[in-house]
Every structure is written in C-alpha cells, then in structure tokens.
Antibody, heavy 117, light 107 residues
Framework: EVQLVESGGGLVKPGGSLRLSCAAS????????MNWVRQAPGKGLEWVSS????????YYADSVKGRFTISRDNAKNSLYLQMNSLRAEDTAVYYC??????????WGQGTLVTVSS | DIQMTQSPSSLSASVGDRVTITCRAS??????LGWYQQKPGKAPKRLIY???SLQSGVPSRFSGSGSGTEFTLTISSLQPEDFATYYC?????????FGGGTKVEIK
C-alpha cells in the first residue's frame, strides 16, 4: 500500500523555522519527482516546491523562494521541507505529493503549520 | 508564469445533474493538466490526468477533455458523494499552478 506520511508541523512564531518530513512507502520513491503543496485555511491549493528524483532539479514558488529549501534522501525514502523566516501567510496545511505527470497519484494526509505570535 | 482561470467558482446542482467545470490556461500547456477532487479535511484526490485520462478507480461518470488552453471536467450524473471542491493543476512548466477551485454544492 502506498503511503506518504508528513510530520513536523506545529506552532511557530513569525521569523522562526520548521522542518517538515514526509516518509514514503509502498512505491519506488527514488524513481519519482516529489512536491510540496499547501492550503491556507479556507483557501485553495498552492504548489510550493518540486524536486526531481535525483535532486538535480529543484523549483520553488516565488512566495517561498529564498526562505524554503526542499530536499530528499532516497536511501531513507524521505522528503523534506526546511522552512525559515516564516510569516503569518505561511500558515497552511502542507501536503507531500507525488509527480503530477505520473499515472499514479500520491498524497499525504497533510501537516498543519501555524505561524503566530 | 502560467495562470489557470477556473470557472465557475461555485455551483449548485442536484443529484443526477450534468456538471461542467472549465479551466483556461494563460498559454498553451499541451495536455499537461490534472483534475482533483477535495473533500473537507481531506487530501486532494486526482480524478483525471493528462487532461482526459481517467485515474484508476475513479467512476466513469467523470471525464476530462481539452488541450492547449481550454480544459473541461464533466460529471455526467452528479452523485451525493460528488459534492466537493474541484481543482485543475497545470504541470507543463514551473511554477506549477492550480486553478482557483470550484465548490459543488447541493441545490
């Protein structure tokens, strides 16, 4: 069974940092690019970042560029998102997701990040 | 950046109705588009990939069409479990972009 399990969310003060993790199982993680997608409370979906299967290609939304860093460890079947200089507008549920171009569709259950003083 | 304009933003429909949702891309994206369904408190679930291919396990009442800049998601006969919010996603180029969403409500 395919599983993506996010962790690391929580309450953080503005300007603080948080590291999200996504543990993958049930598929060949190292073969797929991976993504982070977020959803602010009551709002739509926003793509945040992508990383290719071998980490050669990395992309960010303008809203997080320079503050967030995506990475992966294929040996551990894990995806990460290091979030620095957090702002109130970064408050959202963060989803780990698979490659949208792939025939298979993988999503985690999401982890809530709340940025508030 | 490619903008995805999704319409309508919401609609009211009855069980059995035919429902159509449209996404327009600001520039051509070939068929690099997926349609997603999201229910409250749940992760999105893809219904359609490559603009018109039905995701495995998704009922055949869902269909997608289009290429280039105009795309459509059709639900041929709305069922009670279909009341949800629907999003398109273009993955032709970075940044990937979602449409604004369409909330399908019960009339």
């Amino acid at each position: 069974e395919v599983q993506l399990v996010e962790s690391g969310g929580g309450l953080v003060k503005p300007g603080g940092s948080l590291r999200l993790s996504c543990a993958a199982s049930g598929f060949t993680f190292s073969s797929y690019s991976m993504n982070w997608v977020r959803q602010a409370p009551g709002k739509g979906l926003e793509w945040v970042s992508s990383i290719s299967s071998s980490s050669s290609y990395i992309y960010y939304a303008d809203s997080v560029k320079g503050r967030f860093t995506i990475s992966r460890d294929n040996a551990k079947n894990s995806l990460y998102l290091q979030m620095n200089s957090l702002r109130a507008e970064d408050t959202a549920v963060y989803y780990c997701a698979g490659e949208p171009a792939a025939m298979v569709d993988y999503w985690g259950q999401g982890t809530l990040v709340t940025v508030s003083s | 950046d490619i903008q995805m304009t999704q319409s309508p933003s919401s609609l009211s429909a009855s069980v059995g109705d035919r429902v159509t949702i449209t996404c327009r891309a600001s520039q051509g994206i070939r068929n690099d588009l997926g349609w997603y369904q999201q229910k409250p408190g749940k992760a999105p679930k893809r219904l359609i990939y490559a603009a018109s291919s039905l995701q495995s396990g998704v009922p055949s009442r869902f269909s997608g069409s289009g290429s280039g800049t105009e795309f459509t998601l059709t639900i041929s006969s709305l069922q009670p479990e279909d009341f949800a919010t629907y999003y398109c996603l273009q993955h032709n180029s970075y940044p990937h972009t979602f449409g604004g969403g369409t909330k399908v409500e019960i009339k």
